[in-house]
């Protein structure tokens, strides 16, 4: 875990809709492990203290309220 806290645009946990780009208002699903069985839907102006820096995963469905998407990392 990184044990910094970071906006979700910037973090490797966001899980967005193909094509889609990660800005502020991008909403998605956090994929981080430990947060999975809650289906936390974050735009990219969330943010916590799991938070690894890196490119967004990206899978159908991942803006939707009751989102049936997989994590895909």
């Known amino acids: ?8 645009k910037d973090c490797k946990w966001l899980q967005i809709e193909p094509g889609a780009s990660p800005e502020n208002l991008t909403l ?5 492990e430990r947060l999975q ?15 690894i820096e890196g490119q967004p995963a ?3 469905g991942s803006s939707e309220r009751q989102s049936n998407t997989k ?3």
Do not use: T, Y
């Open 1 to 8: 875990m990184g044990g910094s806290w970071g906006l979700c």
């Open 71 to 73: 994590p895909q990392r």
């Open 58 to 60: 990206q899978a159908k």
């Open 28 to 32: 998605g699903l956090c994929i981080e």
């Open 37 to 51: 069985p809650f289906q936390l839907r974050v735009s990219g102006l969330s943010g916590c203290n799991r938070f």
